[in-house]
Nanobody, 115 residues
Framework: QVQIMESGGGLVQPGGSLRLSCAAS????????MGWYRQAPGNERELVAFITSSGRTNYADSMKGRFTISRDTAKNTVYLQMNSLKPEDTAVYYC?????????WGQGTQVTVSS
């Protein structure tokens, strides 16, 4: 079993930045793909970015150039650096760890972009 906990959400003005953190309860990054997803009210959950066990990253098109996913293996933590935030980035952001049929989600952290 793996516990995942997100943190770092909050209220930010348009054009601002936030860094989200996703802490895993044990060392899993050597085999798990870690991903950030988001869900806005009335919308389906969508992929934001992921990083594989080998360190390969991928981003949804609307996040490319603005968001960066990274990880600190020693701290069992994955980060999502979000820059140039827009009101449409407002959502609950979730972290997910996956390896085969093993999938673990965090509880989410709210990000609100508003003036």
């Amino acid at each position: 079993q793996v516990q995942i906990m997100e943190s770092g959400g909050g209220l930010v003005q348009p054009g601002g930045s936030l860094r989200l953190s996703c802490a895993a309860s044990r060392s899993i990054f050597n085999i798990y793909t870690m991903g950030w997803y988001r869900q806005a009210p009335g919308n389906e959950r969508e992929l934001v970015a992921f990083i594989t066990s080998s360190g390969r990253t991928n981003y949804a098109d609307s996040m490319k150039g603005r968001f960066t996913i990274s990880r600190d293996t020693a701290k069992n933590t994955v980060y999502l650096q979000m820059n140039s935030l827009k009101p449409e980035d407002t959502a609950v952001y979730y972290c997910r760890g996956s390896y085969g049929l093993n999938i673990y989600w965090g509880q989410g952290t709210q990000v609100t972009v508003s003036s």
